[in-house]
Each structure stands twice: as C-alpha cells, then as structure tokens.
C-alpha cells in the first residue's frame, strides 16, 4: 500500500496527517512549529517527523508518493508562498525546500483557508460536492471557494476573502484589512464580541452577560441558549450579517453548499439555523435552497485538503 | 474553410452571425423573433435564414461544424432551457431542436448573459482573459463570471447574477424578483431613473433634469457631462452602488478583470471611471488593481459566445 502525508502548518503547532493513497487518515499527531531564525527549522522538522513515524510503521520514503502542505498566507498559482508572517517566511519556495528534506519528493503547497475547504468539500460535510463555499468563523472570517471539485485561488490570490464584502459604510472603527465595514468585523468571533461590548454600553438592559469581564463569542452564545435577550439579539445580528453574505455569495458563484468551519462554528446547530433564517430572506430565488452545513472535520480539515491536492495532480 | 453559426436569440429580433471554425466573424444579419404558438417558428425560422445565406455563399450544410445559441433564460447543466418568457418557451431541449431542424448538427445551448460574458471574455474586452466577470447595465444588470476561459453556470444557474445582490435594508420599493434593496434597484438604466425621479422630488435644487419629463439614463448621464450639479450626484451615487458591487464581487471570486457592457455602457468612459474611483475605495487591498474597462463587441457579444461555446466543446 502506498501513502501520502497532509501537513498543516500553524503559528504554533505543525499537524501531520499519514493517509493512504486512497485517502484514508491512518494516523495523526503534531509538533510544535520553530519559527526561529526565519522559519528555517520547519522543513526539516516536518521531514524528521514523517521519518520517525515511517520508521514505526517499518515504512520509508519509498513508500510515500507525496507530501501536499497549507501554509498560513497567500500562494502564487506557481507554489511559491508570498510571506507567511506567522511562520517568520518571506516569499520562498516551500514546496521545493520540503522536496529537498525529503529526497526529492512529490510536494504541493496552498493556502490554510483553501485546503479546509478542499478537505470539507472532498471528506468532509461536503461529501463530494461539485461546488461549495466554506466559510470559517474564527477570530475573523476566512473563506475558500471550490468549484468543479477544485479550489478557486483567484487572479490576486484572493478568492473567497468574503471577511472583507463591504458590510457597512457607517462604521467608524477599521478592520485588520485597513478597510472599515468589513463582514469581518461583525460576524467572526472577534466581531461578535466587539458588537457585545458596545451593546452593553448602549443598551441599558439587564443582562447575563454583564456578569463578565469581556463576554467572547462562546460566552455570548451559550448566553443566548439559555434565553438571555440581549445575548439572542447579539446572535441575531450576527446571523443576520453572515446570512446575507451568503445570499450576495450565492449571487455572485451561486454554490450548492456553504459549510461553516472554525471555532464559532462550535457553538453549533444555533449558528446555521439563524444564518440559513436570513440566507432565505436575502438569496435570490433561484438559489435559495443552497444548503448550509457545518464544518465535520474541524482541526483535520486542512490536512486532508493538502492531501487531496499532492494526490490529486 | 469550415464554418460555424452564432446565434443571439432575443426577443424582439434574432441575431445570426456566420464565422468561420477559427473564430472570425464573415457576415452577421437580424430576423425578427416570431414567438407566437410559444414560439415554435424560432427553430424553423433560424434554419431557413442560415441555408439562404449559406447558399448565397455557395454552401451547404455540410460546411456547417456547429451551431451555438443563446437564450433569455435559464439553461440547465444538461442544456435544456427552463422557461424563456420572452420567447414563448416552456421548458424545451432547444438545441435538440434547433439540430433537428439543420440534419442533426452539433449544437450548444447557454443563458444569454453568460453568452455575452463569455464572448468579451474571448475576443473583446477581456481578449483571451482567463477570469473575469463581465456586468452588464441595460434595463436590469445582468452578469457573467468566466473562470478558467470557461462559464460557470452556478449550482442553480444563478451564477452572475449580481444585480440581486442585496444591497439597501431601507428600500420600500420591490425589485422585478421580489426582493427589496437589490443593487439592479440602483444601478441600472431603470434604477438611475428611479433615483432620478426621487431625487427630483426630495431635492429642491434647480437642474437641467426638470426639463425633461422622465430622464432616462442617456439624458442622465449627458446632463452630467455637461456639469448639472444633481445629475453629477446621481451618476456618482450610481458609481458608488456599482464600485462597492464589483469590489464585493472581488472578494469573492477574484478575477482579474472587469468588464462593464449593456446599454449604460455605451454613455463611455465616464461609467469605468466612476466605477473605479469607488472599487478602489471598497476592494480588499489584494484585488484593488483588477481592472474595470468597457465592452467592446456591443450587441455583437452574445453570438460570439455562442459560436465559441459550440467551437470550443
């Protein structure tokens, strides 16, 4: 049997995935990611790591037809990523430097964001979907498009930034981006804390929520599934801002299928039952019944969307 | 020499284009769409047309490789046309029908907007672009995304269809599709009108626009090529629902160029301009440079679609 690893690079952790040629996770664990002396340790690392555990196995190089990573910034349709500040790279050659670690081996690199919705769209709630955004919740709003069963990496890189769809032109404070109004700033976990705290200081009604120092978006929905008013309306806004997203994403690629991944995501069946609620009300008729899903894969997404993307060249 | 047909099917006048298998246009000629008895002359009429000048060019059918058509509606992956109101069509396999009528030639079927999108995308104003989305300003906005060199039809046919992307919560006026607040309620040749005929009356301003008694979008525009103050405020307001449009649009599916057609566009450079000025104010800073140029085939784009659409499958 033949093998195949998929490799998600974080800022803090490396999480390794040894799956067989057909797809199938055999096995998974994590290193932690050196991001000293500009990152240089992460290559060998991950060689070391994948050797090691081949060496358990009584398996070697040769038995491995490919090592597909996600980084977390942007790659050029050449492979070459274009900085990933966490990871303390400038723009290099990853793909061809885990080659080199690795006696020449097959490699392919993208970006975080699009190997989640790779892995979503191929293993997992997207079970095979043909077209499908994924839209990640966390502390802003990550996105990947896949159509034809392939990611969508746009003429800039910059497919599926749906965190930053103009939203709303009265904001005053700015977005990580520069830009101010940005989806992101309203319905990623970060955002739906900031609204939480100007609310509590415009809003003069009791609240659970008053009883923490700086209520975060896991807080606020557990608040609101106990029946807090003010935290339901806090996750009514939110689901307002990404139901409507959606419906101008369907407008503009027109997906049978939206997951939603990322940590917010966690909170559950409440998030895409209020998003779907205001999906309805804004899509166009003709796609209203687009379905929406939450992630299945969680942390495990990107690993197996780097793997489908070596084993799928 | 082998040739092919492109054909603009409208409902008003049928557009024929005959060009060689290479892609370049030889002659073009209009009939009038007959739509009575739900418009069952369509395929017998194109057929009659397209034999009478094949014969004046001493040719037959058998020069003939293929025959592209597009419709103004909907057009399933598999080809079949759901419903053309404007033709009298129900649901009806047109390109089978269409070959039926000329001995059983190849035939492709698409939505016109697509047709036109993917026409400019070849050999107008995108010249070979390998993603782009074309919109288009006549009495609606109509749009087009070309991924690839290639259409994207959307999971429920509803790629492109950008003037429904929902864009003002406070509007009290129905769209034709029935929602409210679509950008099309803005920025079409209707919808400048519309605001137009608003701002007439909430601005007690003198302007040139009350000598007319319902500007329509040329006389708009004119009026503000000539410096009236109101008519430069609507062109800007219709600028800016377009700007922020495109840049959502970009952060989507990212393409690298725009293209704007349709009857508005033909009021020139004025129209990018404005579009641009608000684009770069509204995209993510990765896709500011994506660039925003006018239609160059005009009425011409739909039938070199539909001739590409035929040659390229």
Redesign the interface.
């Known amino acids: 049997m033949a093998y195949a690893a998929g490799i998600d690079i974080g800022g803090t952790t490396i999480k390794l995935g040894l799956f067989t040629d057909t797809g199938v996770l055999k096995d998974k664990w994590e290193i932690p990611t050196r991001t000293e002396e500009n990152g240089k340790y992460i290559f060998s690392d991950i060689a070391d790591a994948l050797l090691s555990k081949l060496n358990t196995m009584n398996l070697g190089l040769s038995d491995l037809v490919g090592v597909g990573v996600d980084v977390p910034g942007?790659v050029l349709p050449d492979g070459t990523v274009n900085k990933c500040v966490n990871l303390g790279w400038g723009v290099i050659r990853a793909g061809d430097m885990l080659s080199e670690a690795l006696g020449g081996i097959k490699t392919a690199v993208c970006n975080d964001a699009n190997a989640a919705a790779l892995g979503e769209a191929w293993r997992g709630a997207g079970n095979g979907a043909?077209?499908m955004c994924m839209v990640t919740l966390g502390t802003g709003v990550g996105g990947g498009?896949i159509?034809n069963g392939k990611i969508?990496?746009?003429?800039?890189?910059?497919?599926?930034?749906?965190g930053?769809?103009?939203y709303n032109d009265d904001e005053t404070e700015s977005c990580g981006?520069?830009?101010k109004g940005c989806v992101e700033q309203y319905a990623s976990g970060s955002g739906i804390a900031r609204m939480c705290k100007r609310k509590l200081v415009s809003d003069g009604r009791d609240s659970s929520l008053r009883g923490y120092d700086a209520p975060d978006a896991k807080i606020i929905f557990d608040e609101a599934k106990k029946g807090d008013a003010v935290a339901l309306e806090l996750v009514d806004d939110f689901s307002k801002v990404l139901g409507?997203t959606l419906?101008?994403?369907?407008?503009?690629?027109?997906?049978?299928?939206f997951v939603i991944g990322g940590g917010v995501s966690k909170n559950g069946p409440i998030v895409t039952e209020g998003i779907q609620k205001y999906f309805r009300k804004?899509a166009?008729?003709?796609?209203r019944?687009?379905r929406i899903e939450l992630a299945t894969l969680g942390n495990d997404a990107g690993m197996y969307g780097a793997v489908h993307l070596v084993l799928g060249e």
Chains 1, 2 share one sequence.
């Open positions: 942007a043909d077209s498009i159509l969508v990496e746009g003429a800039f890189g910059a497919c599926g930034e749906v930053h769809i103009p981006c520069g830009k409507k419906a101008i994403i369907s407008a503009v690629i027109d997906p049978e299928l804004y166009f008729h003709a796609s019944d687009a």
